[in-house]
């Protein structure tokens, strides 16, 4: 039986207040249950060492324990929901929970059909094609391309009390408050779970790859799978072996998930890091695993990584072997790996040459690393930016160098790159038609607080509540309204 915790949240105005939540539990449902008592949006929540937690940890993984007090970071800047790899829409929350979507209306970029229900909006999950939407009542809103998920009619019904929404490229999964699993959309991707419904009972978290979802149950720590086979959807080969599952990292094809005791299951679509058995020996202690398209990166609790999966999209990292000391995290692009090493922060990187596995030589000093399709962007501790990788994807920016100063945030579309200034300006290069170039909204683009991407475009979140867009037009790149605060 699971005992709840009891988490002290403070505001830094000194309003406080006690969450009583499960240990296997997300970070997010505990942001989630603050906002409702506290009725503020809370961008991030702060442990005691002033950490970010990150909201799809468990609240056990992240360490909190019972008693612990977690410092909340509110905001009254719209929440942007981008799909960075295929998606060509955005659709924003602006508080008190009102919704705009823009950009492909074939892939969710027009709302208006349910903009009547789209209030209290908590959070927003996107497939290629459609938009979910979270109230805070617990009642889901969908609206896009009827193939991905944009039609949820059929199962309205059993959208109640929901507190969290996973998804696919065409379909979701959402996670009741009593564990139960409700699923639509594209049934090959995800969307018919009819052939498991009878063990999904008790779901504390959802994975998903392109075609598969994977649910951990609370208190074994089981596994289910269900969606596309090729893409994980079948676990039937290491069923036994799903037990005290901690969480689950994905590929495009794959799932990998990490044990209580360190240890690493895999399945799915072997060219795609379905198969670790190679590696099955190193596989101890592990503590993260991150993903590109088609290979894992397994961070041990040593220190060393251990990669798997195909070869040319980074999952042999034996070349750089005795480079990969204390390790502290890893990046991907969809085909190489970049990993930041002990104190001094310096950058290791293998995979395809190309596209980001052959890095710069001796750079130390990184503070951040973020990555497009094929290129790398890392922020130094001095604000300045390195890249590497494809040139066309946003690995060489010789041209804006002498701009790239005092910089907070990257974020990368599917080959472009966006940085944001601590003088609230942003610098963009790479692609022009994917983001790019953003001279056109240059004289728009001030006050700039934070910046999210789609698969073509980027838009910035200002301070007095303006959204800016810029890139392909049809993939969002054009927001079609000035959405400032009541």
Request: proline content about 2%.
């Amino acid at each position: 039986m699971l005992v709840e915790k009891s988490i002290h949240v403070s505001l830094l105005s000194g309003r406080s207040l006690t969450v009583k939540v499960h240990p296997e539990l997300l970070v997010l449902d505990l942001i989630h249950q603050a906002e409702d008592e506290f009725n503020l949006h809370i961008s991030a929540v702060l442990n005691q060492t002033g950490e970010k937690l990150l909201g799809s940890s468990t609240l056990r993984a992240a360490q909190l324990s019972d008693g612990d007090t977690v410092t909340a970071c509110i905001s009254p800047l719209p929440a942007v929901a981008g799909c960075r790899w295929e998606g060509r829409a955005f659709a924003a929350i602006q508080p008190p929970g009102m919704v705009l979507a823009w950009g492909s209306s074939s892939h969710g970029g027009n709302g208006d059909e349910v903009a009547d229900h789209l209030h209290s909006v908590r959070q927003i999950q996107r497939t290629t094609g459609a938009f979910a939407a979270l109230r805070k009542d617990g009642r889901v809103v969908t609206w896009g391309s009827k193939f991905c998920g944009g039609h949820s009619e059929a199962v309205q019904d059993e959208l109640r009390d929901v507190r969290r929404i996973q998804a696919t490229n065409a379909a979701f999964a959402a996670i009741r408050q009593d564990g139960h699993v409700v699923t639509w959309g594209y049934e090959y991707f995800g969307g018919d779970s009819g052939n498991v419904t009878d063990r999904l009972h008790g779901v504390a978290e959802i994975a998903a790859s392109s075609g598969a979802f994977a649910a951990i149950l609370q208190g074994s720590g089981r596994v289910v799978a269900w969606g596309a086979v090729d893409s994980g959807g079948d676990t039937t080969k290491v069923q036994q072996e799903l037990v005290d599952v901690q969480q689950i990292q994905a590929t495009a094809c794959a799932f990998a998930a990490i044990r209580r005791d360190g240890s690493v299951v895999t399945w799915g679509d072997p060219s795609s890091g379905g198969d670790s058995s190679a590696v099955r020996q190193q596989l101890q202690g592990v503590q993260e695993i991150q993903a590109s398209n088609n290979a894992f990166a397994a961070i041990c609790k040593d220190g060393t990584v251990v990669s798997w999966g195909a070869k040319e999209t980074g999952g042999d990292q034996r070349t750089v072997q005795d480079q990969l000391q204390d390790v502290q995290e890893i990046q991907a692009t969809r085909y190489a790996f970049a990993a930041i090493c002990g104190a001094t922060r310096r950058v290791v990187t293998w995979g395809a040459s190309r596209h980001g596995g052959e890095g710069p030589g001796a750079l130390r000093g990184v503070r951040q690393i973020q990555s497009s399709k094929g290129a790398f962007a890392a922020i130094l501790e001095d604000g300045g930016v390195m890249t590497w990788g494809h040139a066309r994807h946003g690995g060489d920016s010789s041209n804006v160098q002498h701009q790239l100063y005092g910089v907070q945030q990257i974020q990368a579309s599917s080959r472009a790159f966006a940085a944001l200034r601590d003088d609230g300006r942003i610098v963009t290069w790479g692609n022009h038609h994917e983001g790019g170039d953003s001279s056109y909204v240059q004289d728009q683009l001030y006050g700039v607080q934070a910046i999210q991407s789609s698969f073509r475009a980027f838009v910035a979140i200002c301070d007095d509540g303006r959204l800016v867009s810029w890139g392909q037009a049809d993939a969002g790149g054009q927001c079609p309204v000035r959405f400032g605060y009541p």
